[in-house]
């Protein structure tokens, strides 16, 4: 069985810095990818970014390109999402999904996720 579960969210000022994990369990290849959400209050969850766990090939929305970076340690099966010069704006729960076809899509909102975490709360504070 898949799991996922998330780590390292928390309060920052804005401008500050947070690093998710989300450690992954269950998978028995490397033929999968890791796609990050975030769902502020009142609004829609959206893709912030994916990687493909296999070839390691990632994308980001617009609004975190240049501030977070999505990396993954193969050997302890878990994804990082690296957030720099964080916003107000950035405040919301994250969570992680699994999408089990690496290969389905360069684009994080047109893969389809199969598994999610649990969410963990990211607060900006200005």
């Known amino acids: 069985e898949v799991q996922l579960v998330e780590f390292g969210g928390g309060l920052v000022q804005a401008g500050g810095s947070l690093r998710l994990s989300c450690a992954a369990s269950g998978f028995t290849d490397d033929d999968y990818a890791i796609g990050w959400f975030r769902q502020a209050p009142g609004q829609e969850r959206v893709a912030v970014s994916c990687?493909?766990?296999?070839?390691?090939?990632?994308s980001y929305a617009v609004p975190v390109k240049g501030r977070f970076t999505i990396s993954s340690d193969n050997a302890r099966n878990t994804v990082y999402l690296q957030m720099n010069s964080l916003k107000p704006e950035d405040t919301a729960v994250y969570y992680c999904?699994?999408?089990?076809?690496?290969?389905?899509?360069?684009?994080?909102?047109?893969?389809?996720?199969?598994?999610w975490g649990q969410g963990t709360q990211v607060t900006v504070s200005s």
């Open positions: 999904a699994a999408d089990r076809l690496s290969s389905r899509s360069n684009n994080c909102a047109f893969r389809i996720y199969d598994y």
């Open positions: 990687i493909s766990i296999n070839d390691g090939t990632t």
